[in-house]
């Protein structure tokens, strides 16, 4: 019963280098998001797709982006690090119906950018 | 304006003290709403959704008024282990999730 599961859960990089975050869910849900999470900021939203080969911006794309090939798959690129994307990283997803979107997430990828 | 905005806390509170934690959001067109909870250095969890005609479950109570665009969760009878930090969430179907900065709930014996 995996649910939501990120890779890799930590990782340091260097300025400038490149990563994609993997994230892959088991329920069939139509939603998936990518969050981050700093100290004091609360969760902001990345992007975010509504299906399979969709994607949407969210508060703070810049410097992102992401892939959503698959259905239970989504990708989050950082084409060329920097400091300021350390933070971690929550992905999650949820079902399309009106009123029950509960979203589950994945247990975070801790990135520092040296 | 923030989306999605919460009392700053953070909250200190007693074992079995009452607790009341406000949340307001700017989106009308918002139409579902939750009450997420997360644990340090954990992933959010759903702790319960927020119907308009109001819902309980066990010692927490949540409140929602879509005339002030205002929510609310109070925790009775609070326990050492609801010291977390306490997310408001709204969403507009078709769209993401969009969260409050979360308040800090310390619970002390």
């Known amino acids: 019963n995996a649910g939501v599961t990120q890779t890799p859960k930590f990782r340091v990089l260097k300025t400038g280098q490149s990563m994609t975050l993997l994230c892959a869910q088991d329920m069939n849900h139509e939603y998936m998001y990518w969050y981050r999470q700093d100290p004091g900021m609360g969760l902001r939203l990345i992007h975010y797709s509504v299906g399979e080969g969709t994607t949407a911006k969210g508060e703070v794309p810049d410097g992102y982006n992401v892939s959503r090939l698959k259905k239970q798959n989504f990708l989050l690129g950082l084409e060329s690090a920097a400091p300021s994307q350390t933070s971690v990283y929550f992905c999650?997803?949820?079902?399309?119906?009106?009123?029950?979107?509960?979203?589950?997430f994945g247990q975070g990828t801790r990135l520092t950018v040296v | 304006r923030k989306e999605v905005e919460q009392d700053p806390g953070p909250f200190n509170v007693p074992e079995g003290a009452t607790v009341a934690f406000n949340c307001t959001y700017s989106?009308?067109?918002?139409?579902?709403f939750f009450w997420y909870r997360q644990d340090c250095r954990k992933e959010p969890k759903l702790l319960m959704s927020?119907?308009?005609s109001g819902n309980e479950d066990g010692r927490f109570t949540a409140q929602l008024n879509r005339a002030s665009q205002y929510i609310s969760l109070l925790i009775r009878d609070s326990k050492l282990s609801d010291s977390a930090t306490y997310l408001c969430?709204?969403?507009?179907?078709?769209?993401?999730?969009?969260f409050g900065k979360g308040t800090t709930l310390s619970v002390s014996s």
């Open positions: 999650a997803s949820s079902s399309n119906s009106y009123l029950n979107t509960e979203a589950f």
């Open positions: 927020v119907y308009s």
């Open positions: 989106n009308s067109a918002s139409q579902s």
């Open positions: 969430v709204v969403n507009k179907a078709g769209t993401a999730l969009i």
